[in-house]
């Protein structure tokens, strides 16, 4: 017998942050997609009927965790929650070509963009953009191909939790390592999820 659970986790709030990224996606263009979806995000962060999961409160002493909160087969977004421990955060990378709205949900966020200046094989040269901080309830997006980024949670002592809207199911980005200068070594990581 198969069975038909919902594999994701419940919380408060959840068909309303579902029914504002439904209505969202509606659109053809992956911009107004995005400005619509930034700001239905500030609204969920701001509504207290919204309330994520109780394992988002809790981080992963080695890596910041990705939980998966939903996936929509209609419409082939995921929506995944971050938790960023203190100092935690990510190597520079992509989103494998998909667009992403994120959100701080809680604590502060560090976010550097970074501009591909030029490419030689599996090497990339790159010019990091000023850091943004992105405070509790802010809301960005990244639409390629201007989504070479890092983020890094900057507190010594607090927790930060992101919410984050993918185009579609994330299971792999390409991760660019130090190689001399501005210059990066392409690397291909799967994308895990830790449970829920």
């Known amino acids: 017998m198969q069975d038909f659970r919902d594999p994701f ?30 700001h239905a995000l500030r609204e969920a962060i701001a509504d207290s009927r919204i309330q994520l999961p109780a394992c988002v409160h809790h981080p992963i002493e080695d890596h910041y965790a990705r939980r998966e909160l939903y996936r929509s087969a209609a419409h082939g977004y995921s929506i995944v929650a971050m938790s960023w421990g203190p100092g935690q955060g990510t190597p520079l ?9 994120e959100g701080v949900w809680l604590g502060q966020l560090e976010i550097t963009q970074y501009q591909l200046l030029e490419r030689d094989g599996e090497r ?65 990581q799967v994308m895990e999820t830790d449970a829920a």
């Open 9 to 38: 986790p419940p919380f408060h709030g959840r068909d309303r942050l579902i029914a504002a990224v439904d209505h969202a996606v509606q659109h053809d263009d992956a911009h107004q997609i995005a400005a619509t979806l930034r």
């Open 93 to 101: 990378h992509d989103h494998s070509g998909l667009w992403c709205v």
């Open 124 to 188: 990339f040269r790159f010019r990091a953009q000023p850091a943004i901080l992105g405070d509790c309830g802010s809301a960005g997006s990244l639409i390629p191909p201007h989504e070479y980024h890092t983020i890094r949670n900057t507190s010594a002592d607090d927790l930060a939790i992101s919410v984050h809207v993918y185009q579609g199911e994330m299971t792999r980005s390409a991760v660019f390592e130090p190689d001399g200068g501005d210059w990066y070594a392409r690397r291909v």
